[in-house]
């Protein structure tokens, strides 16, 4: 299973599920979808909703 990466459209850190956001206790494989609705964007700090699908 191929999973997506999504991009803040704030700052342009790019949240890869391979890696996750463990500074944010988000673990490696965790799936973008997956991700607590609190979370924010580690660079900037906007929410998920400023994130957007990478297109490959």
Known sequence: MIMKKY?????NWIYD???GDPDSGIAPG?????IPD???CPLCGVTKE???LVEE
Do not use: G, I, K, Y
Request: glycine share 0%; aromatic share 16%.
């Open 38 to 40: 609190d979370w924010s």
């Open 50 to 52: 400023d994130f957007e």
């Open 30 to 34: 965790t799936p973008f979808e997956a």
């Open 7 to 11: 991009v803040c459209t704030v700052c």
């Open 17 to 19: 599920p391979a890696v």
